[in-house]
């Protein structure tokens, strides 16, 4: 017992040596007071460089593959450079019934009906999309059923069948969507834009009702090979596959794609009004739904970089923008409020403010805008305002490579869009050599107010907007 007693005074004692644990107090102390006082190590990023994954398959078929063995899935997306202009209102309607019609009006082997059991049943999906510059087909299936959706996505691109009971299915759909397609204010605002921003042009045309139910089978089969043909195609391949099976497989699959030496039109760059002013389209809603545009660039260009970084500060970067903190925080007067400056490689592109605010208090957002508009273009950012910006938009970089899927497409559009194949390696680079009188004068030449088109759907009676052009619904179709 004297011996037990012994050996746990000793053991107690040794406890009591122990350091003790720092108190609440002590810890406080080094908390930070501020979250400006936070201190992160400095941000360090490499992004993946296009040529450790592109793969030429021909001089003008160009694959991006990228491993990922995590998820037994493969991800396909083949990006076609083609044109596809109408050339009336009739074949506009051709071309929209036509553009998902291909894979889901069967083969010429096969009822739409066995395409959509074979799908079902291997869990995998084929899409399409016909573009004015550029069309698109999108395959996602198990990788181990990957030899079995191949041949069926070729099927149905090369052996196209335009089932009549499928056509008509596309028919009353696109019918339905023409004659609801402004129920939605955002859909009649944007449509509102368009109208006003560019001159006619076929890329702009959209068909309606009559021009949809007066499409007929044999039209689509005399155009159907003119669309998806090999000329130059970029693949962005995600998932479980090897790469150099991928690779021979689908060297094997373009070397039978059809190939058809016509054609079409070319794309015409879209032209702009020359009209500015307020221009609004009635809505008998309690929302103004409001879009201010102006011309801006085509990609590449030396003001791009500068100005998306003008466009962050004053309305992009969500609660730390200009307009955020007048239009909403201070005064209450959005929920949602932004700026943008697009980036295309098709067309000038545009810059912008969107919002939403009541009908009545439209007209006292519109000023709040623009003075903070004129105020960027005056003085110009501040120098925690230009850091912050420059941080934020490197720093969210890595999301365009977070997964294999994102990867893939992020080389294959920027190749798509004739960048170098060091783009994302500069891109840092570029964007930390912007100044503020960069920016101060970039503000000043593309978001100054007066020359925005502004574009507004909601009760014109509501708004009181002296000077505003009403444009009738009925007048927003090209």
Not at 245 to 274: C, D, G, I, V, Y
Not at 393 to 411: D, K, Q, R, V
Not at 454 to 477: F, R
Request: proline share 5%; hydrophobic share 40%; glycine share 4%.
């Amino acid at each position: 017992m004297l011996k037990f007693l012994a050996i746990f005074i000793l053991l107690a004692g040794c406890a009591a040596t122990k350091k003790e644990p720092s108190s609440p107090i002590q810890e406080a102390d080094k908390v930070p007071q501020s979250y400006k006082d936070i201190v992160f190590p400095e941000f360090q990023y490499t992004p993946p460089h296009p040529s450790d994954y592109r793969i030429a398959i021909t001089d003008s078929i160009t694959l991006y593959a990228v491993r990922d063995t995590a998820i037994p899935l493969i991800d396909l997306t083949f990006y076609f450079r083609e044109s596809a202009i109408p050339q009336n209102k009739e074949e506009a309607a051709l071309l929209q019934i036509l553009s998902s019609l291909y894979s889901k009006g069967g083969t010429e082997t096969l009822s739409p009906a066995n395409v959509d059991d074979s799908l079902e049943f291997l869990s995998a999906k084929i899409s399409s999309s016909i573009g004015s510059t550029r069309s698109q087909i999108h395959l996602n299936c198990l990788s181990r059923d990957f030899d079995k959706v191949l041949p069926l996505l070729f099927e149905l691109f090369n052996k196209a069948y335009f089932d009549s009971g499928r056509m008509e299915l596309q028919k009353n759909s696109a019918i339905q969507s023409y004659m609801h397609r402004y129920d939605q204010p955002s859909s009649q605002m944007h449509a509102l834009a368009a109208r006003v921003l560019y001159k006619d042009n076929p890329r702009l045309w959209k068909a309606d009702s009559t021009n949809i139910a007066n499409v007929k089978r044999a039209n689509l089969r005399a155009i159907k090979d003119d669309f998806f043909v090999p000329r130059r195609v970029i693949i962005a391949a995600a998932g479980d596959f090897n790469t150099d099976s991928l690779k021979n497989t689908l060297t094997e699959l373009f070397a039978n794609w059809k190939s058809n030496p016509n054609t079409r039109k070319q794309a015409q760059e879209l032209q702009f009004n020359e009209q500015k002013g307020i221009f609004a389209s009635e809505k008998d809603i309690s929302q103004a739904n409001i879009f201010m545009a102006a011309p801006f660039v085509k990609r590449p260009h030396p003001d791009y970089y500068q100005t998306a970084i003008a466009s962050y500060i004053l309305g992009g970067s969500s609660f730390s923008s200009r307009l955020t903190n007048t239009v909403r925080t201070q005064n209450g007067l959005a929920y949602s409020i932004y700026s943008f400056a697009q980036s295309d490689y098709e067309d000038i592109a545009l810059v912008g403010i969107s919002l939403q605010t009541k009908a009545e208090s439209a007209k006292t957002a519109l000023q709040m805008i623009r003075e903070e508009c004129l105020k960027l273009g005056k003085e110009g950012p501040t120098a925690e305002e230009l850091e912050f910006a420059k941080k934020s938009l490197i720093e969210s970089m890595p999301s365009m490579f977070e997964n294999a899927e994102t990867t893939a497409n992020t080389f294959a559009s920027s190749e798509f869009n004739g960048r170098s194949l060091d783009h994302y390696k500069e891109y840092p680079e570029k964007i930390r050599a912007v100044t503020a009188e960069q920016v101060r004068a970039m503000a000043a030449k593309y978001f100054n107010p007066d020359s925005f088109k502004v574009s507004i759907v909601g009760a014109n009676s509501k708004m009181l907007l002296e000077g505003a052009k009403i444009v009738p619904i009925e007048e927003l179709d090209f």
